[in-house]
C-alpha cells in the first residue's frame, strides 16, 4: 500500500476570477487529506471513507466498465462523493499506463468537504501521487499537479483553475495564472478561519459566475477587477503590508459577494470579523456556504465568531510549507 497526504488552502485573492485566466494566490493550510491507495487482484475499485456521510461509506464496483456502484444514495449524491476520486484513479491509470488495474482507496481528511478549503485538490493530489507509487511510478510534483488539475477539470465540467491543485501539491503560498504557476514568499500570516458548517457546490457556482459574466459586462469587468486586487495583493504580502493585504481582501469579498457567491451566513462572518477589527476578511474558494478566511493577530475576531449565529466553527490556520507528503 502506498498513503500520501496533500494540504487544503485558503485563497486570499483570487477564486472564481482565476478560471478565466486572472491571477490568484492561494496559501497551504495544515489541514490535510490522507488518501492509500492499495492494488487489489481484480480490476476493481473499492473506496472508503469516512467524511462522505455521517456515518461513512464503503463502494465496490467494476471501474473498468460503465456500471456505478450498488449502493443505496441517490445517483448525483454518489457522482458528486465519488467523481473526484474516480477522475483521481484514471490519471493514475493514464500516467501508468496500466488500465485494468483495480484499488482499494482510503481516504481520512481534516479538511471539510466543499467548504472552500481545498478538500477536493487535496484528495486528488494524495489519490494520484500514492496510486501512481503502487504502481511503481513517482511523479515529479509538476506532473502531479498538472494531473490532479486535470481531475478537477474533468470533475466539475471543463471549468476548473490549476490554482487549488498546484497549491495542494507543492505548499506553500503559490501565485497562478493560466498555466503559469509559481512559489511565492510569504510572510507568516495571523490567519483565522471561520465555518459555517455548510458547503457548496464548486460545479455549480463556477457555472453561475460564467453565465453572469457571458451575459453582463459590468460581470466580466468585475472578474478583471478581481485580478487587479491579486496583482495589487502581490505586492502588499511582497512588502509583508498585512493591513494593505486585510483592505483588499475586504475589497474582493465585496467583489465576489457582487458575482453572487457568497451567502448570509458567509457575510455575517465577515461582518463580525471586520467588527472585532480584523485586517480584512473574506469568503475562500467557490463560496455559496463553507468558510471565511480572516487576518487578525489577536484573539478577538475567533472570539468574536465563536458567538456569531451561523458560525460553526473557528480555528487558527498555520501556513503550510509541506505539500505533498510521502508516508508509505
Ligand atoms: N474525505 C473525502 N473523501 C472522499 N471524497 C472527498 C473527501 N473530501 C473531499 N472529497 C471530494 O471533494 C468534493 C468536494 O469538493 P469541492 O466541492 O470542490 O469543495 P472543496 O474543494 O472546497 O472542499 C466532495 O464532494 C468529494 O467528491
Ligand atoms: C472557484 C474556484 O476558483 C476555487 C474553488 O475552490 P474550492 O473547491 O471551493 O476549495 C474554482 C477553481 O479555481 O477551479
Ligand atoms: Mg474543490
Request: with cysteine; glycine share 12%; proline share 2%.
Amino acid at each position: 500500500m502506498a498513503v500520501s497526504s496533500a494540504p487544503g488552502k485558503v485563497y486570499l485573492f483570487g477564486e472564481h476570477a482565476v478560471v478565466y485566466g486572472e491571477p490568484a494566490v492561494p496559501c497551504a493550510i495544515e489541514l490535510r487529506a490522507r488518501v492509500g491507495v492499495e492494488q487489489r487482484a481484480d480490476s476493481k475499485l473499492r473506496i472508503h471513507s469516512e467524511d462522505l456521510s455521517l456515518d461513512g461509506f464503503t463502494v465496490e464496483y467494476d471501474g473498468t466498465t460503465d456500471e456505478r456502484p450498488d449502493v443505496d444514495v441517490a445517483e448525483s449524491l454518489l457522482t458528486a462523493a465519488m467523481g473526484y476520486v474516480d477522475e483521481a484513479i484514471e490519471q493514475v491509470k493514464d500516467v501508468t499506463g496500466e488500465e485494468d488495474v483495480g484499488f482499494d482507496v482510503s481516504i481520512e481528511s481534516d479538511i471539510p468537504l466543499g467548504a472552500g478549503l481545498g478538500s477536493s485538490a487535496a484528495v486528488a493530489v494524495a489519490a494520484i501521487d500514492a496510486g501512481a507509487r503502487e504502481l511503481g511510478t513517482t511523479l515529479a510534483i509538476d506532473e502531479l499537479a498538472e494531473r490532479a488539475y486535470q481531475t478537477e477539470y474533468e470533475v466539475q465540467g471543463g471549468q476548473a483553475s490549476r490554482a487549488d491543485t498546484f497549491c495542494s501539491a507543492t505548499g506553500g503560498a503559490v501565485r497562478v495564472e493560466g498555466d503559469d504557476c509559481r512559489s511565492l514568499e510569504a510572510p507568516d500570516l495571523p490567519i483565522v478561519i471561520g465555518f459555517d458548517g455548510g458547503a457548496g457546490d464548486t460545479g455549480e457556482l463556477v457555472a453561475g459566475v460564467r453565465d453572469l459574466r457571458e451575459e453582463y459586462d459590468f460581470a466580466a469587468d468585475t472578474v478583471e477587477a478581481i485580478g487587479d486586487i491579486v496583482r495589487n495583493g502581490e505586492d502588499a504580502l511582497a512588502a509583508s503590508d498585512v493591513e494593505e493585504l486585510g483592505r483588499l481582501m475586504d475589497f474582493n469579498h465585496g467583489l465576489l459577494s457582487a458575482l453572487g457567491v457568497s451567502s448570509r451566513s458567509l457575510d455575517s462572518m465577515v461582518w463580525a470579523a471586520r467588527d472585532a477589527g480584523a485586517e480584512g476578511a473574506k469568503l475562500t474558494g467557490a463560496g455559496g456556504g463553507g468558510c471565511i478566511v480572516a487576518l487578525d493577530a489577536s484573539d478577538e475576531t475567533e472570539t468574536a465568531l465563536s458567538y456569531t449565529p451561523g458560525c460553526e466553527d473557528t480555528f487558527r490556520a498555520e501556513l503550510s510549507e509541506e505539500g505533498v507528503e510521502r508516508l508509505e
